[in-house]
């Protein structure tokens, strides 16, 4: 069965089919993007850039600060107007910023109903918030979360939405290196709990190694390397095939070897 | 190098030989569990009752200074017998003054439909300028025209549009209500955070729940702050509007007074004012405490 194509361009509630390009299986990819460019002022941060999603996939994306990462994040949320070319998505999208963006006014269990449209909101988000172990602060105040708790409710309610295409905004990358590990298990578990397509952005390129089926590098406002991981998770971080890994994808990155830890 | 397997037993998740790590691991969470600035509070706080000393000191001063002949009675009545004024104010219905109750219920009620006829008036219209660019295009200029006319300025003017009855009195009140609360929410409505106003756009809420959920309470704490100098303004336009021509009221007792150079009861009339503002402004607080619990601040 062909999943539905939306054009997240325009508003999220207008559901447009968009003629799949001619070089893609448009029933395999769950985000395709075409000739996606975005220009802030003189500057083109995205040029010309192509990227498929396939369904069920963890993609990781990796690039300098300013290269763009959020800006691609932000088209396929459909959050940018701005962009030009075709973003379509099949199916919902939910998406995890990096401050988690909890309503302050809201007690947590009311941050993951927020805008939910399924019979029973309460129980949908109930159950949400037990598989990110956050049962017990259903009825804290988001002021009163640390950063981990408040990151797991924000999964909770992207995920609560069961999205196609889940979309993290390096959504670690403020928390410590204890709370990050226990954090990145939990959603390689809820990933292969509800298998959505992830576009993990990030700029830690060990993350990326350990979660991701793909690694992309963005460079020069397209996708400048890719590379797939086929090792099972949960992975050794000195792997030799992630230790070469690393090392390519810091030279793509411009980190001359000597640098790294 | 470690491995994220051998630095999860931190977590007490991998028993065998990790005694060490989940030490660390619960000293770690021991010490993010200590919240330091609390102690410290407390050695700070006094009882409330403590603030009034000062307060008692002064009164005692003043009384002294009565009593001995300092301070004449024709300039300033002691203590005492403000005091007793009060209380022959309370139970003998006087023809000059009325009651003190009866003056101030009087007043209280012209303050009362005035400040809910201004506030509901500001909101509303801050909710209309603040929501569309049509309405802010429209009604702002307007209201930003009448904020910069010193209210005090229209008393004559009231009272040839409206005579010298409640109706003035009322507006004037209405008036001084409706800037405060108006401004600021406008402003509260404006100053939401974008962020969030993008999350509702991902959680795909319509507008209606864009307003109810995200903007209104996103303004609810800069409104209140305008409610608050809006009881403040409403009571200062109460104070001088009731002392033009008015038949009952503290105003009303004020402007007697004042014929028959009575100055115990004027200031009766003025710590009662003090009293009703205190009482008023106390209220708005309350309402603060229950309405931004979700602050960290008012302790969730």
Redesign the interface.
């Known amino acids: 069965m062909a999943p539905r194509l939306r054009s997240v361009t325009n508003h999220?509630?207008e559901r447009v089919a968009v003629p799949a390009p001619a070089h893609a299986d448009p029933a395999a990819a769950t985000a395709s993007v075409r000739g996606l460019s975005r220009r802030f002022g003189d500057r083109a941060v995205l040029d010309d850039l192509d990227l498929d999603i396939a369904p069920g996939e963890f993609v990781a994306l990796i690039g300098r600060s300013g290269s763009g990462k959020s800006t691609l994040l932000r088209a396929l949320?459909?959050?940018d107007q701005e962009v030009t070319g075709q973003v379509s998505v099949a199916g919902p999208?939910?998406?995890a910023?990096q401050?988690p963006?909890l309503?302050?006014?809201?007690?947590v269990l009311d941050n993951v109903e927020?805008?939910l449209?399924t019979g029973d909101p309460a129980g949908a988000a109930g159950t949400a918030l037990s598989e990110v172990g956050l049962t017990e602060r259903a009825s804290?105040?988001?002021?009163?979360l640390?950063g981990g708790e408040a990151q797991r409710a924000s999964l909770a309610?992207a995920l609560v939405?069961e999205p196609r295409l889940l979309l993290l905004d390096e959504p670690f990358s403020a928390l410590d290196a204890?709370t990050r590990?226990?954090m990145?298990?939990l959603v390689v578990s809820l990933w292969e709990r509800h298998r959505p397509a992830v576009l993990l952005v990030t700029h830690d390129v060990d993350e990326a190694l350990?979660l991701a089926d793909r690694v992309l590098v963005l460079g020069e406002g397209r996708i400048a390397h890719s590379s797939p991981i086929t090792l099972p998770r949960?992975?050794?971080?000195?792997h030799p095939d992630l230790i070469a890994l690393r090392l390519r994808l810091l030279t793509q990155l411009g980190v001359p070897a000597g640098d790294t830890d | 190098m470690f491995s994220t397997s051998r630095l999860a037993s931190a977590e007490g998740t991998d028993p065998p030989g990790s005694v060490q790590t989940a030490d660390a691991g619960a000293a770690i969470g021991g010490a993010s569990g200590i919240t330091p600035a609390r102690p410290a509070r407390q050695a700070r706080r006094f009882p409330g009752w403590y603030r009034a000393l000062s307060l008692l000191v002064v009164v005692g001063l003043w009384q002294l200074a009565s009593s001995t002949g300092l301070l004449p009675a024709s300039k300033l009545a002691s203590p005492a017998s403000i005091v007793h004024t009060a209380y022959t104010l309370i139970i003998t219905n006087s023809p000059t003054y009325g009651t003190l109750q009866g003056s101030l219920l009087a007043s209280f009620e012209r303050w009362a439909i005035g400040f809910a006829l201004g506030v509901s008036i500001g909101v509303l219209l801050a909710i209309l300028t603040g929501l569309s660019r049509v309405g802010e295009i429209v009604a702002d200029p307007i209201l930003q025209a009448l904020r910069s006319v010193p209210l005090l300025g229209l008393i004559p003017l009231f009272i040839v549009w409206f005579g010298i009855g409640q109706l003035p009195k009322i507006l004037f009140v209405m008036l001084s209500a409706l800037f405060p609360v108006y401004l600021n929410t406008f402003a509260g409505i404006r100053g939401v955070d974008s962020k969030l106003g993008e999350l509702g756009r991902v959680l795909g809420l319509r507008r209606g729940e864009m307003i109810r959920h995200i903007v209104l309470p996103g303004a609810l704490p800069s409104a209140l702050t305008g409610l608050q100098l809006s009881v403040i303004s409403s009571m200062l336009a109460l104070v001088v509007g009731e002392q033009i021509n008015a038949t009952s009221g503290l105003g009303f007792m004020i402007t007697q007074a004042q014929q028959f150079l009575n100055n115990s009861v004027i200031m009766v009339a003025l710590i009662v004012y003090a009293i009703l503002g205190l009482l008023l402004n106390g209220a708005v607080r309350l309402l603060e405490r229950k309405a931004l619990a979700w602050r960290r601040d008012f302790g969730a």
């Open positions: 999220r509630t949320a459909g959050l999208v939910s998406v910023f401050e963006r309503v302050p006014w809201k007690r927020l805008g449209r804290a105040w988001p002021a009163t640390s309610r939405r204890l590990i226990t990145h298990r350990a949960p992975r050794e971080r000195d």
